[in-house]
């Protein structure tokens, strides 16, 4: 069964780089799209961005400016980095997977656990 | 910018069926996703490509699509239905596709 395992510090000053790493353990690396969404407290589901095994990426236009999504296919593992936080940056961020047939998205499959990110001076 | 367009709540009683919309003027070319997201926990994957359903979920969940909405479908709603509902999309418009989410959908199983 694949599980996704994710961490990373979860409070932050303003003006910080937020940086979260998701594990990927069983199934395929390769075959799939690895993604970040975040969830603002009450709020609902915002996409940021995603990467594949190769390093292609493709961010939300509004965060391309401050977002990288990386990946290590050694280590099974990619990562988020947003930089310049702010209040507004506060939220419950989750990793996820997404697959695809014939290309096409066949949805977001399997989430990781969420982690609660604040940022407070 | 691209939006999807949910009701805010939905009220059912138990057994009843329950019908969330979801709203967007690419839908008729561009598949819809719903997930259900539980208090406390990630959101789960429902129903892909307007109408696929994996296969752990239960058949009272179904999708389907007209014109410009999307819908999803509980049938004989149980009270562990009660749960945010979000969809998702693609958008298009830009240099580069990206994913939008509807606002979610709260149901209540009254």
């Known amino acids: 069964q694949v599980q996704l395992q994710q961490w990373g510090a979860g409070l932050l000053k303003p003006s910080e780089t937020l940086s979260l790493t998701c594990a990927v353990y069983g199934g395929s690396f390769s075959d799939y799209y690895w993604i970040w969404i975040r969830q603002p407290p009450g709020k609902g589901l915002e996409w940021i961005g995603e990467?594949?095994?190769?390093?292609?990426?493709n961010y939300k236009p509004s965060l391309k400016s401050r977002v990288t999504i990386s990946v290590d296919t050694s280590k099974r593992h990619f990562s988020l980095r947003l930089s310049s936080v702010t209040a507004a940056d506060t939220a419950v961020y989750y990793c996820?997977?997404?697959?695809?047939?014939?290309?096409?998205?066949?949805?977001?499959?399997?989430w990781g656990q969420g982690t609660t990110v604040t940022v407070s001076s | 910018s691209y939006e999807l367009t949910q009701p805010p709540s939905v009220s059912v009683s138990p057994g009843q069926t329950a019908r969330i919309t979801c709203s967007g003027d690419a839908l008729p070319n561009q598949f819809a996703y719903w997930y259900q997201q539980k208090p406390g926990q990630a959101p789960g994957l429902l129903i892909y490509k307007d109408t696929e359903r994996p296969s752990a979920i239960p058949e009272r969940f179904s999708g389907s699509s007209s014109g410009t909405t999307v819908t999803l479908t509980i049938s004989g709603v149980q009270a562990e239905d009660e749960a945010d509902y979000y969809c998702?999309?693609?958008?298009?418009?830009?240099?580069?596709?990206?994913?939008?989410f509807g606002g979610g959908t709260k149901l209540a199983v009254l």
């Open positions: 998702h999309s693609t958008d298009t418009s830009g240099s580069y596709p990206s994913v939008v």
């Open positions: 990467v594949n095994h190769s390093g292609s990426t």
């Open positions: 996820a997977r997404v697959g695809s047939s014939g290309g096409i998205s066949d949805g977001m499959d399997v």
